[in-house]
């Protein structure tokens, strides 16, 4: 690793030490920020040189372990490790990764789960405290110390400005062409001194294509040449590929009805296969001139940019296949100004979902028949991954979506219940369900009218008829509450069952 | 009532006539927006013009319900007379009213209880239909044709703007001085043409002080003198005053970390007695020059403004008591430049509760232990009224309080649940819980440490000890799933043994 031409500035070139080295500044019982989102842009060698050096002084019997902030989600090398060794006290504010996911469900670790556009301002705010070591990984550092950063951008910025200590990871992994294909807002404030956020079109630029940082907080640079976790994607299935149908036949629909442009509005989708199915749907389907404003750019979006069919995305991170980065690393340039990667804080602002008019495609877990949404708990208790930014994106979006298959664990559990075992989207919040079934248009409806909707539309047949049952027999029971009919001693039985029985 | 002085429009003035005449333009089947918010300017006369002409349509045999669309709340001579005649088939955003909450209830009324900044936007977008006539009370018509607002602004704009048909109702009650109170935002548009709100301060003007009409679209006008509900309030009772208390205590110490200014950041308190308690507890406060971006003026706020502690409310709506209406109608001029009254677009606007920092103070029906919170429900299934802008505020505040005594009907109601029997702000949501026993701050905390933070500090003695039991055997019964402990066949027991013996 020439490390020349990656780290210019001839004061950060002094501190280019190991990950060793580096992770020496972090101690038991501090906050460290790291970058990451999505598997994309987290630093790959410090969190396992601090990994080793937490096992090391658990063998010797001294306490050490920390809190960990970050964009979204990791990869293995760095929630994984420091999972595996018992380092982390408290994660906020996602996880993705199996084995925290153990830890922090047998209570071992305190997650705080948030919405992805809350935590730098809150951060900001102090509500989490004092941080004290930020890990950033960075494409290059300019001759000015201005840093390029990778393929996420998610809390960097504040993490940056926070951070008592900052030590750099430079991935000469990251292409050295992604100079240009970021843009980072500094116009952030605490209040009462906030301005509005001059954006109107998706592509706007309102930033910078560089992270700033004190040189003088630098206490490491670390040089690594490591890739992203570039997770596979399967392709899509069948009831992914229904799914899909349906939505995009229902975007048909509201633009035959005027109530949508011929090239949609600014589209925002979750992570995942129903995610990419939707894309591979708008492939064939009649609209161009489209936009993306989102949080992750899939494979599914890239085909799209290639096929001419999207016009540009705004997004803070990378999420693509091997397949995906090495169809990005092969011609960047392909899609500079195409493509720009903002901070969390701004991809999922509310201020900016809400104006431009985002139409929102999220998955869940479950949903009940009265329309409230379940993204995060598995039967009421478990984590499954975090809410993420689908708050952001939903409650202000132009058009919300929620897609699931309308089963799982082959039959055995229905997504659609009587009643969620955990709320994240109110029955206030969710414009439209989406199974292999079909689709639920919620929007103007009364709880008892979604039941319905729902039930014909998104259940399954093997549930729909319970469902049915339920709603009649809660309206039956008690006539002087059928706003929202429940049955109390039946309402989470379903998922009672499948603790006790394995099958709702 | 001299119409000279209050209609002088040329045009608009030969539209007057009776309100029995102006109630024929509705007809069975129509959607029907009126003014009204928080029993203030809502329409006086042509409501019960129109419950009589349903009366006698029924006595005929003849079907006659309308969808009600308001700005919230309004009075019995509105919902209270529709619901009575059986008048009414759907109603939203909001309902106050206990004739018709029963017929929601009873499932004989649809209701959309939605966030009260999502409502005009979603009539735009074409969510609810369209919208036949809109009934709309003003304090005067100006030479020019432009309307004087009264004491709300509510979704006014929208609806003379979206209505095929518009009444209007001028109200000799309303103060003739009122013009000039308001500020109404003729900025909005429909994605993908919105532009950002330029706003910066609570108290900043961006509108007009006037409505607009299409003349050609007045069908009638009506005039009035009557007076706006102006419900007495209840002096603060100790639990209000404990809970006062505590709350601005808390503040004082987010002043002295450094977290807000010694101004504070704009206040939002919901209607009640308990707000009107913490208003009263910040007049003895050291805080000056606060300024409020809120809702609803309630009496505590003039006191504030009286006092010389408030600089300035931005609202949409007063909510007076009948003493504080006199205090205001006596010298309207004395407040004239210090309250503003929005579209409750603009007053809720997630955009600018987020950039101004709101301190949002609201009302709960029931938090659970894991600091969920239910705004709307009893028993999960009965309406109390609905989420207003709770939402709105909560989400995108710097800092949100929910406070509700910690026990309801003589003690037979615990407010601190295993479970909320419904959710409406969740988990991701909630800041600061508050009773009459203290104060739990659940800012960056996981689930299990919000917990025991709320058991310890907000739920009842009598309480407490069950919760705690609930919580560790919880934890003992799925030691894998402890990220949200619970026992689904515990979660909602407490509220089925309060529907069957009366008592948690």
Same mark, same amino acid.
């Given at each position: ?128 405290? @004092? +941080?004290?070591?930020? /890990?950033?990984? $960075? !494409?290059?550092?300019?001759?000015? *110390? %201005? &840093? ?117 509005? @600014? +589209?925002?989708?979750? /992570?995942?296969? $129903? !995610?990419?199915?939707?894309?591979? *749907? %708008? &492939? ?221």
């Amino acid at each position: 690793m020439a490390h020349a031409d990656r780290i210019t500035c001839p004061v950060l070139a002094t501190r280019v030490t190991t990950a060793e080295e580096a992770a020496r500044h972090v101690e038991h019982g501090m906050s460290v920020g790291i970058s990451g989102f999505t598997g994309a842009g987290h630093p790959k060698a410090v969190p396992g040189a601090l990994a080793d050096r937490i096992a090391v002084a658990h063998a010797r019997g001294e306490e050490f372990r920390i809190g960990l902030w970050s964009g979204a989600s990791t990869a293995p090398e760095v929630d994984g490790r420091l999972a595996e060794v018992h380092g982390l006290d408290k994660r906020l504010p996602y996880n993705g990764d199996p084995t925290l996911r153990r830890l922090i469900n047998t209570g071992e670790v305190d997650y705080v789960d948030a919405h992805l556009s809350h935590t730098a301002q809150q951060a900001w705010f102090g509500f989490y405290g @004092p +941080l004290d070591v930020a /890990v950033v990984e $960075v !494409a290059a550092v300019l001759p000015n *110390g %201005l &840093l390029v950063p990778g393929s996420s951008v998610g809390n960097n910025k504040a993490w940056l400005e926070r951070a008592e200590k900052v030590v750099l990871e430079v991935n000469h992994w990251q292409p050295r062409d992604l100079e240009g294909f970021h843009d980072v807002y500094y116009g952030t404030a605490l209040p009462p001194h906030r301005l509005p956020i001059q954006m109107t079109h998706p592509m706007q630029r309102i930033g910078d294509p560089y992270l700033r940082v004190d040189p003088a907080k630098v206490v490491a640079v670390v040089e690594t040449n490591a890739p992203d976790r570039n997770s596979p994607l399967s392709p899509p299935d069948d009831a992914s590929r229904d799914m899909a149908g349906f939505l995009v036949d229902f975007l048909r629909h509201e633009v035959a009805a005027g109530r949508m442009p011929p090239s949609l509005l @600014p +589209l925002q989708s979750g /992570v995942g296969n $129903v !995610a990419n199915a939707v894309m591979e *749907g %708008l &492939l064939t389907a009649e609209f161009e001139g489209m936009t993306a404003f989102t949080e992750v750019i899939q494979d599914g979006l890239l085909d799209l940019l290639d096929a001419g069919k999207l016009d540009a995305v705004s997004a803070t991170s990378f999420g693509l296949s091997e397949d995906g980065a090495r169809r990005f690393l092969a011609d960047p340039g392909h899609y500079k100004g195409r493509i720009l990667l903002r901070s969390q804080e701004i991809s999922n602002h509310p201020e900016l979902v809400r104006r431009l008019g985002v139409v929102a495609i999220n998955g869940m877990i479950e949903a009940d028949v009265y329309g409230n949404v379940n993204s995060t708990h598995v039967m009421g208790s478990a984590i499954m991954n975090g809410i993420g930014g689908s708050g952001d994106f939903a409650r202000n979006a132009y058009l919300n979506f929620f897609v699931s298959p309308s089963t799982a664990k082959g039959g055995s559990i229905s997504s659609i219940v009587p009643m969620v075992s955990h709320v994240d989207h109110t029955e206030h919040d969710v414009h439209v369900l989406v199974t292999e079934r079909g689709l639920a248009d919620l929007r103007g409806l009364s709880p008892t009218d979604r039941a319905d909707r729902i039930i014909e539309h998104c259940a399954h047949p093997d549930y729909a008829d319970r469902l049915r049952d339920y709603v009649d027999r809660a309206k039956a029971a008690r006539p002087e509450a059928r706003h929202t009919p429940h049955l109390l001693e039946e309402a989470l039985g379903w998922h009672l069952a499948f603790l006790r029985d394995g099958r709702m």
